[in-house]
């Protein structure tokens, strides 16, 4: 019998613990690397402490990639859903909820710690050893095996190595870029990285006042040949803007910015559109615009788009000129949201942008420029929008890159 072959994983992440579990499930002799004291922090601090596991339905086309979209649809393709759902209720014995009106999956006991407690729980059920408190620095391919250097000890020799270092975001749960400079410096190709799914702010803060204040919103961001559109929760905040709808569409206003543009967001602020408004503002008594605003919109937000059409919210609604109907309407229906910055990587739920996926055989993650080195998770160049996508990322290809380690790659 040959020796099981050895396989490193370095990041005990969502997708480093799942690939653990996946190498240690097939016979390999696995070693968890993590930086940090416990690993998987992002799952801790994910979905408000409830993590959001998962969809309850995926759609493909949300993802978001500068590399190939069919390769990105191979991955995902390679792990059904319905599989993933009965992997987190069969064999971490963990049931999930849907929560219906965001469609997302969450653990019935709504801990994220359960998760994160789990899943590491398994790895080492099935034989993965971890090892907390390794920050791994360099890594480099020598004699067919790979040498792992770490910050203040011996390197450490595997057969297979795995790199689930994560992107940049909220680099106090451990993940800095390490990972993606490590990569880059073996000649990967690195699309720009860049923080995604992030609160957007605007100084002067025309709506300060409205922190606080939610509803349910559509709104686009445009730039160039870039388009989002996201409906869902849309949050004031005493900065700008957050909320789930904010988020999907950051990162068509960050890169905007990188690029020294500055993408256009408008916001459909109820679900009426212009005919419905039409209807809605026709006179009727002694009504006023603030009255047939506040009917449909929180009451600060009613008298605050009024104020920006230049309409004073108690004309009554006969007094309405054509021209100030066009410009109510209008403001409703797709009025500007005035933006100047993002919160960035301290806030940001992803990192947008990472290893191309040209660089790695979607069906066993393994890097096509260096044999036995495997990528998943966020160090790839893809992100999904809220609602359990990144996660679902990151247990398709951690466990994608897991099985393929241990069973030896291309040979
Ligand atoms: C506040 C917040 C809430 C979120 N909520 C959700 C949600 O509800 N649903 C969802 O789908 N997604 C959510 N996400 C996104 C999700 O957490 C990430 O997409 C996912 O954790 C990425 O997994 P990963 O394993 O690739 O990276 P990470 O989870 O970032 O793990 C990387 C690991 O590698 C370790 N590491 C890094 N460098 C080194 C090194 N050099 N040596 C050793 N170890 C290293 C890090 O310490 C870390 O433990 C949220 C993110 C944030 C920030």
Request: charged share 30%.
């Given at each position: 019998m040959p020796p099981p072959r050895e396989v490193a994983v370095i990041g005990a992440g969502a997708a480093g613990t799942m690939a653990a579990i996946f190498a240690a499930g097939a016979g390999a002799r696995t070693l968890l690397l993590e930086r940090t004291r416990d690993g998987g922090r992002k799952i801790l601090i994910s979905g408000g402490g409830?993590?959001?596991?998962?969809?309850?339905?995926?759609?493909?086309?949300?993802f978001v990639t500068d590399s190939s979209v069919h390769t990105l649809r191979n991955i995902l393709r390679a792990w059904p859903l319905a599989e993933q759902v009965t992997f987190f209720e069969r064999e971490l014995g963990l049931p999930l909820v849907e929560e219906r009106e965001t469609e997302k999956l969450f653990p019935a006991s709504h801990r994220a710690r359960d998760v994160r407690d789990g899943l590491l729980a398994l790895a080492r059920r099935r034989g993965a050893a971890f090892m907390p408190e390794t920050t791994v620095t360099g890594l480099r391919p020598e004699g067919g095996r790979w040498v792992i250097e770490r910050d203040g000890a011996a390197a450490l020799l595997a057969d297979a190595v795995v790199v689930a270092t994560g992107g940049l975001s909220v680099p106090t749960t451990g993940s800095d870029g390490r990972g993606l400079a490590i990569l880059r410096g073996l000649g990967h190709a690195v699309h720009p990285t860049y923080p995604a799914l992030t609160p957007l702010t605007a100084s002067?803060?025309?709506?300060?006042?409205?922190?606080?204040v939610s509803l349910p919103v559509t709104i686009v961001a445009r730039n160039g040949e870039r388009t989002a559109r996201a409906s869902g929760g849309f949050l004031f905040t005493h900065r700008g803007y957050s909320g789930p709808a904010v988020l999907d569409v950051s990162h068509v206003a960050v890169r905007s910015r990188m690029e020294h543009g500055a993408a256009r967001l408008t916001v459909r602020w109820t679900s009426l559109d212009a005919a419905g408004w039409d209807a809605a503002l026709r006179?009727?008594?002694?009504?006023?615009v603030g009255g047939a605003l506040r009917r449909r919109l929180p009451d600060r937000l009613a008298d605050a788009l009024a104020a920006e059409a230049g309409v004073a919210p108690d004309r009554t609604l006969a007094q309405l000129r054509r021209e100030e109907r066009r410009r109510l309407i209008a403001m409703l229906c797709e009025g500007e949201l005035p933006w100047t910055g993002d919160e960035g990587y301290r806030k940001a739920e992803v990192t947008g942008?990472?290893?191309?996926?040209?660089?790695?055989?979607?069906?066993?993650?393994?890097s096509r420029r260096c044999p036995g080195l495997f990528l998943c998770g966020e160090v790839l160049d893809a992100f999904g929008p809220i609602g359990g996508y990144n996660f679902l990322w990151a247990w398709v290809t951690g466990r994608a890159a897991g099985v393929a380690a241990a069973a030896g790659g291309r040979d």
């Open positions: 409830r993590c959001n596991i998962l969809p309850a339905r995926l759609d493909e086309r949300r002067p803060a025309p709506f300060a006042a409205l922190a606080g006179p009727e008594g002694t009504r006023t942008g990472g290893v191309s996926l040209a660089e790695i055989d979607p069906r066993t993650m393994e």
